[in-house]
């Protein structure tokens, strides 16, 4: 850390503490003897997607939610409902900073298809990449099975 009196390149800290998720450091120049504050943020671990070609983006929670909303247009899922959806996802990075899509994908469809049927459709037949008519028509009976239990 280069003091910002003097240009000095070797500072040592003085006092450590943590202010509001930041490291609050007390730092005196070894060369002119000033001293001054720097605040630094805790880095937070990137939360990685594995995509089914193989590639890794950032976890982008916004897009997620906006995946989620298009999903439930015009349904009755709330933004709270929306909200838990996203946690859950999020809860799964406990253990380790990486997840993949199609796991993303299973925890909304799980939630989704316990409050809205219609938006779990919808959000299947964008993410399982339905490339015919008869693996739709299987989900949709799927459903009509499960309510005759
Ligand atoms: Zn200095």
Same mark, same amino acid.
């Given at each position: 850390?280069? @003091?910002?009196?003097?240009?000095?390149?070797? !500072?040592?800290?003085?006092?450590?503490?943590?202010?509001?998720?930041?490291?609050?450091?007390?730092?005196? @120049? !070894?060369? @002119?003897?000033?001293?001054?504050? !720097?605040?630094? *943020?805790?880095?937070?671990?990137?939360?990685?997607?594995?995509?089914?070609?193989? *590639?890794?983006?950032?976890?982008?929670?916004?897009?997620?939610?906006? *995946?989620?909303?298009?999903?439930?247009?015009?349904?009755?899922?709330?933004?709270?409902?929306?909200?838990?959806?996203?946690?859950?996802?999020? *809860?799964?990075?406990?253990?380790?900073?990486?997840? !993949?899509?199609?796991?993303?994908?299973?925890?909304?469809?799980?939630?989704?298809?316990?409050?809205?049927?219609?938006?779990?459709?919808?959000?299947?037949?964008?993410?399982?990449?339905?490339?015919?008519?008869?693996?739709?028509?299987?989900?949709?009976?799927?459903?009509?099975?499960?309510?005759?239990?």
């Amino acid at each position: 850390m280069r @003091c910002p009196f003097c240009g000095f390149e070797d !500072t040592k800290v003085v006092d450590s503490r943590a202010a509001d998720g930041k490291k609050r450091r007390r730092r005196e @120049c !070894t060369n @002119c003897g000033k001293r001054f504050t !720097t605040y630094e *943020s805790v880095e937070m671990p990137a939360l990685l997607v594995l995509k089914k070609d193989n *590639s890794v983006e950032l976890f982008d929670k916004n897009k997620l939610i906006k *995946s989620i909303s298009t999903a439930v247009n015009k349904r009755p899922v709330s933004i709270e409902d929306i909200n838990n959806i996203v946690e859950c996802v999020e *809860s799964r990075y406990a253990n380790s900073n990486q997840i !993949t899509s199609s796991e993303i994908g299973e925890i909304v469809l799980v939630s989704l298809k316990k409050i809205d049927q219609v938006s779990y459709v919808r959000f299947a037949s964008v993410n399982k990449d339905f490339n015919d008519v008869e693996s739709f028509i299987k989900i949709i009976s799927e459903l009509k099975n499960n309510d005759n239990e």
